[in-house]
């Protein structure tokens, strides 16, 4: 008895790859967006929260209870080139980004990697571009980032007895193409569960 109503339970529980395919769109808080599933196994995906505005298209499989989406082709990450390392007074780092089609932000952010932690520190700069470690501690390497993402360019070493003034450039890219690597959606019912940007977004198949 038990045995059957387990082998019934998982039979029902079973996602079936056949029946995926469609549209699925989300109207969150601050968010809006759709995923097209389509039957040859390509997708399509537009999201938007807040400053954040990401497309992709690609490949999705069914892995189980789980749909992953894998961009193709791979966009290009942003990237940031170091054009200069001037002084600046002992201990003290500063960054800026050269002019770009992108325009300039503030305040910039930075992944630091300080003395004495063993695990990056997400800072933002002062208005004149200056980074502050944790009191006792000094800066050991600066790795710029994109605002409201987590992509960037490679980190730069610095030393902690003396001052840089670091001066950036935004490298072409592919910025608004969501690089997707095997992204999870939890198959719920009629809907898809993303978790991503540090929140949970909530897909359900549009009305046909």
């Given at each position: 008895?038990?045995?059957?109503a387990?082998?019934?339970?998982?039979?029902?529980?079973?996602?079936?790859a056949?029946?995926?395919p469609?549209?699925?769109?989300?109207?969150q808080?601050?968010?809006?967006?759709?995923?097209?599933?389509?039957?040859?196994?390509?997708?399509?995906?537009?999201f938007?929260?807040?400053?954040?505005s990401?497309?992709?298209?690609?490949?999705?499989t069914?892995?189980?209870?789980t749909?992953?989406?894998?961009?193709?082709?791979?966009?290009?990450l942003p990237?940031?080139?170091l054009?200069?390392?001037?002084?600046?007074?002992?201990?003290e780092?500063?960054?800026a980004?050269?002019?770009?089609r992108?325009?300039?932000?503030?305040?910039?952010?930075?992944?630091?990697?300080?003395?004495?932690?063993d695990?990056?520190?997400?800072?933002?700069a002062?208005d004149?571009g200056?980074?502050?470690a944790?009191?006792?501690?000094?800066i050991?390497?600066?790795?710029?980032?994109?605002p409201?993402?987590?992509?960037g360019?490679?980190?730069?070493?610095?030393g902690?007895?003396s001052?840089?003034?670091l001066?950036f450039?935004?490298?072409?890219?592919?910025?608004?193409t969501?690089?997707l690597?095997?992204?999870?959606?939890?198959v719920?019912?009629?809907?898809?569960?993303?978790?991503?940007?540090d929140?949970?977004?909530?897909f359900?198949?549009?009305k046909q």
């Open positions: 008895m038990i045995a059957a387990l082998a019934l339970l998982l039979a029902n529980s079973t996602v079936s056949k029946s995926l469609g549209i699925y769109v989300t109207s808080m601050e968010m809006g967006g759709a995923l097209e599933l389509q039957k040859n196994g390509h997708f399509r995906f537009q938007d929260y807040g400053a954040v990401d497309s992709a298209e690609g490949d999705w069914l892995d189980g209870s749909v992953r989406l894998t961009s193709n082709p791979m966009p290009k990237d940031f080139a054009v200069s390392d001037q002084p600046a007074p002992p201990g780092v500063y960054v980004i050269e002019d770009s992108f325009g300039t932000w503030t305040p910039l952010t930075v992944e630091m990697t300080v003395d004495g932690i695990h990056p520190i997400l800072s933002y002062d004149d200056r980074l502050h944790p009191d006792g501690h000094h050991q390497a600066v790795k710029m980032l994109m409201a993402n987590d992509t360019g490679s980190p730069v070493q610095v902690s007895a001052g840089h003034r001066l450039r935004l490298e072409p890219n592919d910025i608004g969501a690089a690597r095997s992204e999870p959606l939890a719920k019912g009629s809907a898809m569960v993303m978790h991503r940007y929140t949970e977004i909530v359900r198949r549009a």
